[in-house]
């Protein structure tokens, strides 16, 4: 897979931890706030038919749970692996959303990270970052 560029975000699942309280465990069962996991747009069919990544013209592999990826916050250089637990972001709703920091810029939602996996590479208080996302 060649690296995605795009912004990065942060969901809540699992049990409660940092700012997150108690929610679902994620489309795969496994996702918990606590750990280095993310949310994918197309992790099945049922999936892609709620993000349509497709919409803001990107064409995003089929990864599925467990799957490992990579992502580097493009403001800092700051990267952590995380693996697949949940579908998301709802990348069609986020459209031409852009976020930069200088000269760094990415373009819709492409990944969800969990608030301690986001934690590794930026602040919370920020909430989003241009990204890159790749499995290497």
């Known amino acids: 897979m060649a690296a995605i560029r795009g912004e990065v975000s942060w969901f809540c699942c699992g049990t409660a931890w940092g700012p997150c309280g108690t929610a679902g465990g994620g489309a795969c069962g496994t996702c918990k706030s606590g750990n280095y ?16 990544p497709d919409t803001c013209g990107l064409s995003m592999s089929r990864r599925g749970c467990g799957f490992r990826h990579y992502t580097t916050n493009l403001c800092n250089g700051a990267r952590v692996g995380t693996t697949i637990a949940d579908c ?6 986020f459209c031409g959303e852009r976020t930069c920091c200088g000269s760094a810029c990415g373009s819709n939602r492409i990944i969800d ?5 986001f934690s590794a590479i930026g602040s919370l208080s920020v909430g989003l970052r241009p990204c890159s996302v790749d499995t290497v």
């Open 113 to 117: 990270l969990t608030p301690a996996a």
């Open 88 to 93: 998301g972001p709802q990348t069609d709703l």
């Open 37 to 52: 996991q993310h949310a994918w747009p197309n992790t099945s069919d049922a999936c892609y038919a709620i993000t349509h």
